[in-house]
């Protein structure tokens, strides 16, 4: 059974910092593109980073680049990220996906696995 977990979230003040964990079982994540998206009330879901299978290539949405960076450690599974300079704006729950395929897409239909998701709040 594939899972994905995800943890981290929270409540934080705006301009601080928060990292997301992502584990993964059930499934090896070297075979996979993972991502990370987000999902606000009353806002369809959106994509906010991607990694290649081996971390060589990365991928973000224009709203978090420069301010959130996305990892992985394929030999514990897990997928990785790294948010600074939360706004409120971010406030949503951030959901960790997997894509088996070779490039990075950004499209949450291309995704064939997903986690539950966790809380992000930004207070301002």
């Known amino acids: 059974q594939v899972q994905l977990v995800e943890s981290g979230g929270g409540l934080v003040q705006a301009g601080g910092s928060l990292r997301l964990s992502c584990a993964a079982s059930?499934?090896?994540?070297?075979?996979?593109?993972m991502g990370w998206f987000r999902q606000a009330p009353g806002k369809e879901r959106e994509f906010v980073a991607a990694?290649?299978?081996?971390?060589?290539?990365?991928d973000y949405a224009d709203f978090v680049k420069g301010r959130f960076g996305i990892s992985r450690n394929n030999a514990k599974n897990t997928v990785y990220l790294q948010m600074n300079t939360l706004k409120p704006e971010d406030t949503a729950v951030y959901y960790c996906?997997?894509?088996?395929?070779?490039?990075?897409?950004?499209?949450?239909?291309?995704?064939?696995?997903w986690g539950q998701g966790t809380q992000v709040t930004v207070s301002s």
């Open positions: 059930g499934l090896t994540i070297s075979r996979f593109v």
């Open positions: 996906a997997a894509d088996d395929t070779l490039g990075i897409r950004t499209t949450t239909r291309s995704y064939d696995y």
């Open positions: 990694i290649s299978r081996f971390g060589s290539e990365t």
